[in-house]
């Protein structure tokens, strides 16, 4: 329950802006189209309530992840929030009055707004579009950059509101959405501007560059001035590497040591422009910045009962578990790891020791290019015939987490069961 807090918290928001349009209605001041003026006020505001939630969660508050069941679950309120306020300036506009002739300066701010907004909506929304994509260069990085201009429009959005020709008489209505434009302003200020100096962004130095296979990089970290930031096993942090330009961008990683280690260790798949480069030119000594640790995908709060499902660098969380465990495991733990050849797999000696050290450690390897993939019904057997009050962990990529779920979800599994991390913000 406490997981759906934040969303439902973002809806009763929507619903009482409604509400407070209805009981504090304007008057009708018989203006022609007054129904279409108000129904289009009510549009904009509900508008300003999503994106100041969106421009709220870009802020990435620690405080706030169990209420959505932890950052990765955050940016998919992030991406649904901000989806459903792109459909609704549509909406907004094609239901306002619009008169062709003495447009005032809010007409013009709308028309500012909506260009900014669209089309860096379209951006985000449309990686696939090659027109688009030039703008971005197509990388993350970019749309990133691009990305942070929408509070602008934000602002002038809502200027746009108090500025138009003949406003409807709402005041009510007015000074409720007031506080969420002040809360979008401030969150988008907090963000792009003075952010940094209330986030810890620490200084480490990388102290050892492994290559544990062909594609994967492990990178030891050491703080400069030893302080290790609070954390639990599965959590992940965001690291930069400053002395570098193309690794001088703040990235996700999982933390793959344990917490009581001295060093942070992330272990890293090269995969794009960062993570390859990572894997070709980091060296220790280089000089980084960590920002964390973040997230909720912690075993410890599970049941008794569970079956971890790894796939590919979706490894990283159940490292960080297994070494955290000192021989003391207290569940029973079914632990499927599955990649496609052997070589691909990591840290299987390490694995198997700790299956020995903990003999609820049940350690399942699947090579799915020999094996098969991995499927439900393996799973249900191994775990005695049923899985209906086990507690679910997955983590690996994002179409075998989802057909997972569905899957367990229909053996029903209750969904306050199933615990997956998503390696995806966008
Ligand atoms: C919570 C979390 C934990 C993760 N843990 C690990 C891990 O332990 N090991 C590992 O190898 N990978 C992990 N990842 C994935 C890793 O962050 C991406 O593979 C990496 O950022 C890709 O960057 P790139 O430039 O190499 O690839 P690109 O091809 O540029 O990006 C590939 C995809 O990665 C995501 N991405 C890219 N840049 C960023 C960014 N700055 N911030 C957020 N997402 C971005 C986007 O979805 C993008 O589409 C994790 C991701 C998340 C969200």
């Known amino acids: 329950m406490k997981r759906n807090i934040g969303n439902l918290f973002i809806i009763a928001c929507v619903v009482l802006t409604v509400i407070v349009w209805f ?15 108000y129904a289009g006020e009510i549009i904009g505001s509900v508008n300003i309530v999503l994106m100041a939630s969106a421009l709220f ?3 990435r508050p620690k ?4 209420y959505f069941g932890g950052l990765d679950k955050m940016y998919i309120t992030h991406r649904r929030v901000a989806t459903t306020a792109f459909l609704l300036i549509f909406v907004h506009v094609l239901t306002v009055p619009i008169s062709v002739t003495g447009w005032k300066l809010g007409n013009y701010l709308a028309v500012i707004a909506f260009t900014g907004i669209v089309s860096i909506v379209l951006v985000s929304l449309a990686p696939r579009i090659t027109y688009l994509n030039k703008l971005t260069g197509g990388t993350y990085e970019g749309w990133k950059n691009l990305k942070q201009y929408i509070g602008i429009f934000f602002i002038i959005a809502f200027i746009h509101s108090l500025t138009i020709g003949k406003p409807l008489h709402a005041l009510a209505a007015i000074n409720w959405v007031q506080i969420f434009f002040i809360i979008g302003t401030v969150s988008y200020l907090y963000t792009e501007v003075f952010g940094r100096y209330f986030k810890k962004y620490v200084p480490y130095t990388v102290a050892a560059v492994k290559y544990p ?7 030891t970290l050491r703080a400069k001035n030893n302080s290790i930031p609070k954390q639990r096993a599965g959590q992940f ?3 930069r590497f400053p002395s570098d330009k193309t690794l001088n961008e703040s990235h996700p990683f999982t933390i793959s040591s344990a917490p009581h280690e001295d060093v942070l260790r992330v272990t890293v798949k090269a995969s794009g422009d960062f993570t390859r480069a990572l894997f070709g030119n980091l060296k220790p000594g280089t000089d980084a910045v960590v920002e964390g640790a973040h997230g909720l995908f912690d075993y410890k709060t599970g049941g008794q009962k569970q079956i971890w499902i790894a796939g590919g660098i979706g490894l990283t969380p159940f490292l960080s578990f297994i070494r955290d465990m000192d021989g003391n495991l207290n569940q029973e733990v079914d632990f499927y790891y599955t990649v496609r050849h052997k070589d691909e797999a990591l840290f299987l000696e390490e694995i198997e020791a700790a299956a020995k050290a903990n003999p609820r450690l049940k350690v399942h390897i699947r090579y799915s290019a020999t094996d098969g993939s991995l499927n439900v019904d393996d799973i249900v057997k ?18 075998m987490v989802q057909a997972f779920e569905k899957k367990f979800l229909a053996l029903s599994v209750p969904a306050n069961n199933i615990h997956y991390e998503e390696f995806n913000f966008r």
């Open 23 to 37: 009981a504090f209605p304007p008057e009708n001041d018989g203006r022609a189209n007054f129904a279409r003026q």
């Open 57 to 59: 969660i870009s802020t």
């Open 63 to 66: 405080w706030a992840e169990p």
């Open 213 to 219: 296979n062909a594609s994967t990089t492990e990178v």
């Open 237 to 239: 942090l965001f690291v």
């Open 382 to 399: 191994n775990a005695g015939g049923t899985i209906t009050a086990h507690h679910l962990y997955m983590c690996g990529p994002l179409p």
